[in-house]
């Protein structure tokens, strides 16, 4: 009888222990899963920040610098409707770069997230940006609020855009839908 109660004793702690074991081996999956989508997200806000950083201070080269050699900008507001390689959007705007840079002008960029969706390599992020340009008086020059994605890549730790598609106008309830 004695054997029988340390085997039952025996295989009760044995079953409690895997049930402990996987119902932890779960949480620290889903934790470590989440961990990963965090950092992906914490670094990738970083891109976003870099980008409106360089737009604020007209800084042309480290715009270019935060996309692919390859990336692509697909314009489909209003009615043009176009895609072209990042390099000929660039030489369109360039001279609004340097007017910022020069003091002449002072732009801005903010972004919203709808959705955001990728790997440890890979990102599309989906949401709405809103540009704006002031003269060196203050009034305002130009202003644009979009629905946008962007797809990106991380190559050797650096993320970068490959793909900007810039969407339908957004109107003022759903970029304060996305605060």
Partial sequence: MKKFILFFAIILIANIETTTANNHKGDFLYKTESQKDSSRLAELDLYWIELARTVHEGDFEG????YHEDAVVVFATGK??????LGKALAGWKEGFMKTKEGLQNDAVQFRFSQRIGDE?????????????????GKLIAEYTLHFEMLLIKRE??????????KDTATEAEWGALE
Avoid: C, L, P
């Fill in 63 to 66: 715009y270019g610098a935060i």
């Fill in 80 to 85: 043009s409707k176009t895609s072209v390689a």
């Fill in 121 to 137: 390599n890979t990102a599309h992020e989906t949401g709405i940006f809103r540009f704006t340009s002031k003269d060196a008086e």
């Fill in 157 to 166: 730790g650096k993320w970068y855009g490959i793909m900007e598609h810039q």
